[in-house]
């Protein structure tokens, strides 16, 4: 009988244990769930449904791009989304880059597939030929066209640099079967072409997915991943004179680069380059989803890695200075900008 009772007691003693177990284990994961370890990092938090709702769009609307801009000279930090519904124009909206702030949004203009500030100080983008501008103190257009109207259709890519007294913006992008170039001054008035139809040795342009293109102030980096084989390149030039040249190499466009690093190939969105390496969403890394960060120059891992949510949907960005990023998390529905985490 005593032994009867006291397998009953350890029978119930292990019960319980299987249940706190469970119960421990649940906690864990709701806490892997709704405390997810970007919020350690947020500086501000928004929520998408708000900001479409405040912008004049449907609840429908869905985050197409998410645009980071700092205006040289003034510093001002912009959060730009690129949104948009099933057989409906995209529309960009506005937030303040500090505090995710709704300042304004635009439907019915053109949106290309670049943003940035171009040689006279304005915020633009644009398609085919129309250019749009807008003053960044105040959002509002600028509404003389420059003339003859500029080529900006094919441009993946755009960033300005000041060298000496000139101060140009400068067009990337795929066109017929060539990697393409203009560079612009004047305020768009006269523009420079070059095209590239290999970028590396007997490998032609269109082999590759360009995945991001950064301007540092001084040099050029250019990240790659080959559609076929997968491997995954970033390709820098010291300098802003010795990547323009690359146009012109007798044989591929990283003849003569600075450096030409092996990197991981990311999962989902491309990630993006910065002054603190190039990051890009990674799925199944020592079974976790990550945020991995490598050194442009050694294409070695910087640590620490960000853990993501494993069933992580959403988009995310950086500011190219690196001094903080933002993340959309579809669960959730918010936006959020966030601190860096090294």
Known sequence: ??????????SGFLILCCIAAFILASCALLIIDY??????????????????????????????????LTVPGSGKKFVVLRVGQFMSPETLIFLDGTDLRFLRSFTNIPIGKFLTVDMGGYIVTGWNTQLVRLYPDTLEPENTPPNPSPTIDFAQFAFTAEVGSDITTYLVGIESDCLNLIVYNNDWSSGSSYSQSNLFDSQSITNFEYRDLFYDGTGVQLAVTNKITQESFVISWSTLTEFVNAFSNLHFFAENATNVVSVPRGDGQAGGLTNAGYIQLM??????????RRNTSTGQQELPVFTMPDNFRGR????????????????DGKIHLLRPWW
Do not use: C
């Open 1 to 10: 009988m005593s032994t009867l009772m006291n397998l009953r007691r350890t």
């Open 35 to 68: 405390f997810p370890a970007y919020l350690g990092q947020e500086k501000a938090v928004a929520h998408f449904s708000e900001i479409v709702k405040t912008a004049g769009l449907s609840e429908t609307t869905e985050l197409h791009e998410i645009y980071l």
């Open 283 to 292: 799925y199944g890394y020592a079974k976790k989803t990550i945020l991995d």
């Open 316 to 331: 995310f960005a950086f500011f190219r200075d690196a001094s903080a990023w933002v993340l959309y998390n579809q669960r």
